[in-house]
């Protein structure tokens, strides 16, 4: 019933994050869901669980929709960028390089992971409140663009290009003042926000990147924050970019890119109703446009930088039912091998999800059910009072919309080595992200010799 995509027949419309599933879900009677041609009750087992299943064709309609709708709305030059946050791996980047997309990195790992995933440094932006100087120095050597968040930055990257060298390229990152309906952990442009210059800073800033030899300002970034489903927020975001614009060319730079960040919400049950990528990129692309035409500048090139909206609904987790405890009149709670670790969004955001049973997907759901995971915490829930199928100890559940901020925000609370991920695509499976085991987590582990107990 919810399966599938709306808009798989309009090309025209489709936009993943308003699905609840990857586009490529299908259900057989007798095997149960399947995604990308592989079923998942198979790869439960070939893999085990937890797993992370990344859907091929869902994450390259996203990037394509992204695509597709700024060359239809924008009239001049853009370019999408992965905020890869979301889920940072030398398979993703690949993908993403390959739908010729950039990157926005935010730590040295990223920046790594972009780098050995194959994406050359001018197609990739180093965010972040507080760089240190090996990821300033990483980004610098290879010609990354650096988007600087305060005076830290500027103060730090002056010390690091060395005199003489190729000025470090820069996009200036401010706080926008406007406030959108979101989740307060996910909000970053109101003005109480650690990330961005403050407004009232900005015009001194400018003089003194003018001023300096070593840098070159080719860009002015804001982001309001995240999974936002309201459209005008980004509408007066692009306006208020362009006066930043505008004081930057009357200051003398020669600014190229506008990057509007990311932030567009997704559906994680049926009642979100997020916009589409297309209707996302039209708000943006038309009131860029405009506001440039009234301050009689040229466009300047769009970039934005998605990170849920891309792969939120490509993903899901497979996991295995374990233990049951029922209280009468009270609840039943039944268990699965995951939980916190590999999903800690709904305890941090008290997050909704939306699941089902591998091998009956459409089966009556005639219980009432508490998910929990398998963590020593007691706030460690999935899905609470969740309608289910009669279901039993080894039942795989599948979670959807897992593919964002699950693998990259997991931990190893209580000592639990993290999931594997699996990429599929037309009945092939391919390991993106082996599986940890408890003695990988040892590894860093050390013991002083003055604690180790002789006879
Ligand atoms: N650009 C910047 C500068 C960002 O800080 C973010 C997300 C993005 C782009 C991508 O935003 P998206 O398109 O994914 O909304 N852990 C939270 C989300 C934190 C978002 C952080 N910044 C969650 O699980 O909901």
């Not at 997704?266 to 035409?293: F, G, M, N």
């Not at 009149?329 to 939306?354: E, F």
């Not at 003695?439 to 860093?444: C, G, W």
Request: with cysteine.
């Amino acid at each position: 019933m919810f399966i599938g995509s709306p808009y798989e027949s309009e090309c025209d419309l489709i936009s993943p994050n308003r699905n609840l599933t990857p586009i490529t879900t299908e259900v057989d009677e007798k095997l149960g869901m399947m995604i990308g041609g592989c079923i998942l009750t198979d790869l439960a087992s070939r893999y085990s669980t937890p797993l992370y299943v990344i859907d091929e064709a869902t994450l390259r309609a996203s990037c394509r929709a992204y695509k597709k709708a700024l060359k239809k709305h924008y009239p001049s030059e853009s370019l999408p960028i992965y905020a890869s946050k979301a889920n940072s791996s030398l398979a993703l980047t690949s993908l993403m390089k390959s739908e010729g997309f950039g990157l926005d990195v935010v730590s040295e790992g990223e920046l790594l992971t972009a780098l050995r995933g194959g994406l050359p440094g001018e197609r990739i932006w180093l965010h972040g409140n507080n760089k240190s100087e090996a990821e300033l120095r990483l980004a610098y050597n290879n010609q990354v663009t650096v988007v600087v968040d305060n005076q830290h930055d500027l103060d730090r990257l002056a010390e690091i290009v060395p005199s003489g060298g190729k000025p470090a390229r820069l996009m200036l990152r401010f706080t926008p003042g406007i406030e959108c309906h979101t989740h307060e952990y996910i909000r970053t442009g109101h003005l109480d926000s650690k990330f961005g210059f403050d407004p009232d800073d900005l015009k001194e800033v400018l003089f003194q990147i003018k001023d300096s030899s070593w840098a070159v300002l080719n860009g002015i970034h804001a982001h309001i924050g995240s999974q936002i489903f309201e459209l005008d927020p980004h509408r007066d975001l692009a306006k208020v970019m362009v006066d930043v614009y505008k004081m930057a060319m009357g200051i003398g730079h020669c600014i190229e890119d506008i990057n509007v960040g990311g932030g567009l919400g997704i559906r994680y049950v049926e009642s979100d109703d997020p916009p589409s990528i297309d209707s996302w990129v039209l708000t943006i692309a038309k009131s860029l446009t405009q506001a440039c035409h009234e301050a009689d500048l040229q466009l300047p090139r769009l970039i934005c930088e998605p990170g849920r909206s891309l792969v939120a609904t490509s993903g899901v987790t497979l996991y295995r039912l374990g233990s049951r405890k029922s209280i009468p009149g009270l609840r039943t709670y039944l268990s699965i091998d995951g939980g916190m670790s590999d999903n800690p969004r709904p305890i941090t955001y008290q997050s909704l999800y939306t699941a089902c049973l591998a091998h009956i997907p459409n089966g009556t759901r005639d219980q009432n059910v508490t998910i929990a995971g398998k963590h020593c915490e007691s706030g460690d829930v999935l899905l609470k009072d969740f309608a289910i199928p009669k279901a039993s100890s080894g039942d795989v559940l599948v979670v959807f919309s897992t593919g964002a901020y699950n693998s990259s925000m997991s931990s190893n609370y209580n000592r639990i080595p993290r999931p594997a991920a699996v990429l599929v695509n037309q009945g092939q499976a391919d390991l993106v992200l082996r599986r940890e085991r408890p003695e990988d987590l040892l590894k860093y582990d050390v013991l002083p010799e003055r604690l180790i107990e002789v006879g």
